[in-house]
């Protein structure tokens, strides 16, 4: 959002904007706001552009959306079951799915009394004192009375519930993790859990209003735009074409709130603010990744592609694929940008990076661009001190292999000076 903005202002060299609901946030006390004054001397300098106080507190706003701030408490999950390591195989399938880590597994024997098992749960809660509670997931109806016995005598909020299973216990950690819930409304909405299906509708419709999804942005115009297409085939392919999308202007959204929510029963609100609502929010750095994904997918619901381990997420493909019809001549963004994802997931298995995260979307475009150009026969030039270094060492053999996915998926080749810039986009810390 923020590199669209400034291609905006850029590239269409228009006047600031006066937004008046953006005088109610103070944010020269963020460190993000000396960069917003940067940015706003450079583009005076280098593109005779001038904006206003408005538009640097917009800025402000803009990038302190990216920065990663420390994370809120979750709600802990205990899976307590009998039999040998059944319960830690349920939680290391969750962990490998969700990527998560708030969940624990402990491992009973199946003659092991009830007073026994309760103090081993108990260790569990003690070694994690610092969640806002703990979900409770067991196999036998003799620990259904755990939950309440522990939270009675560690002080701590304490859910269970039993019939464990595989799904139950994914779900139990999407939910914790992923969403900004307490923890009665996670047990809540897991009570009726039934596995995943793929028609079933995860939103809960109450009355007869229409569906409906926010996509919020400083204009209305621009970002929400292209989110609003977005949102609508995403949702196209989940068979949920009975939400509407609204798009509203920051300002529009707060001047109309009770409007909106008297006429609609909005599912979730997406955009550069939280507006406020009664619902979930998701940030737009948030929902180009797979945590936001997930979280749209569980408030939504219907036919959605199940993500699997370390899979990208369709709404950041999606992003690109629109991204790229502007740059793109001779290459169809939807066959590339799956054969580029090939690339870079071999990539970060053999580099053994942890996430791209914000990153993913500039080095998916970076990559289809640098084909681009290959299959035009042009060329840049890699002119730094460490070229010859970088061709020589082992590390340029890890991308020269990758680079055979494309040779082989896409009868392209790039070069070394592609490569190099690639590694410094890639390595650097």
């Known amino acids: 959002s923020l590199g669209y903005h400034l291609n905006n202002i850029i590239q269409k060299r228009t006047r600031s904007r006066t937004n008046t609901w953006i005088r109610h946030y103070r944010v020269d006390n963020l460190e993000e706001y000396e960069s917003a004054l940067t940015i706003k001397k450079r583009l005076y300098k280098e593109f005779d552009i001038d904006i206003n106080d408005d538009e640097v507190v917009y800025l402000t706003i803009l990038l302190a959306s990216l920065v990663v701030r420390e994370r809120d408490k979750h709600i802990h999950v205990i899976v307590a079951t009998h039999g040998d390591m059944i319960a830690s195989n349920m939680v290391d399938i969750a962990k490998i799915l969700i990527a998560e880590d708030n969940i624990s597994a402990v491992n009973m024997p199946l003659d092991i009394r009830p007073n026994q098992a309760i103090a081993q749960i108990k260790q569990t809660i003690t070694a994690y004192s ?60 897991l009570q009726h859990f039934k596995g995943y299906g793929v028609s079933e509708h995860n939103a809960v419709v109450t009355g007869n209003k229409p569906l409906a999804v926010l996509a919020i942005c400083s204009s209305g115009e621009g970002i929400a735009r292209k989110l609003k297409n977005l949102l609508s085939s995403v949702l196209e392919e989940m068979n949920r074409k009975d939400i509407h999308i609204i798009n509203l202007s920051v300002e529009e959204v707060l001047n109309t709130k009770h409007k909106i929510t ?12 939280n507006p406020g609502l009664d619902v979930p929010y998701i940030s737009l750095p948030d929902f180009f990744s797979p945590k936001g994904e997930l979280t749209f997918q569980t408030i939504i619901g219907g ?10 997420p369709v709404t950041l493909t999606k992003l690109a694929e629109q991204y790229l019809q502007e740059f793109l001549t001779y290459l169809n963004p939807k066959k590339i940008v799956p054969i580029v994802m090939l690339f870079l997931q071999q990539l970060k298995e053999q580099r ?78």
């Open 262 to 273: 008297t006429e609609y029963q909005v599912l979730l609100s997406i955009g550069v603010i």
């Open 352 to 429: 053994h990076f942890d996430e791209f995260g914000s990153n993913l979307l500039n080095m998916i475009v970076h990559t289809c661009v640098a084909i681009e150009r290959s299959v035009r026969n042009e060329t840049i030039t890699y002119n730094k001190l460490n070229r010859e270094a970088y061709l020589m060492s082992e590390l340029f053999k890890i991308y020269q292999k990758a680079n055979e996915i494309l040779e082989d998926k896409l009868d392209v080749k790039l070069n070394d000076d592609e490569l190099l810039f690639i590694i410094d986009m890639l390595e650097k810390e």
């Open 303 to 312: 036919a959605f592609p199940v993500m699997v381990e370390n899979k990208n």
């Open 130 to 189: 610092n969640a806002k509670g703990f979900l409770l997931l067991v196999d036998m109806g003799s620990l259904i009375q755990a939950g309440y016995l522990l939270s009675q005598e560690c002080n701590v909020p304490v859910r269970t519930l039993d019939m464990v299973s595989t799904p139950l216990v994914i779900e139990a950690l999407r939910r914790s993790a992923l969403l900004d819930a307490d923890l009665d409304d996670i047990y809540l909405s």
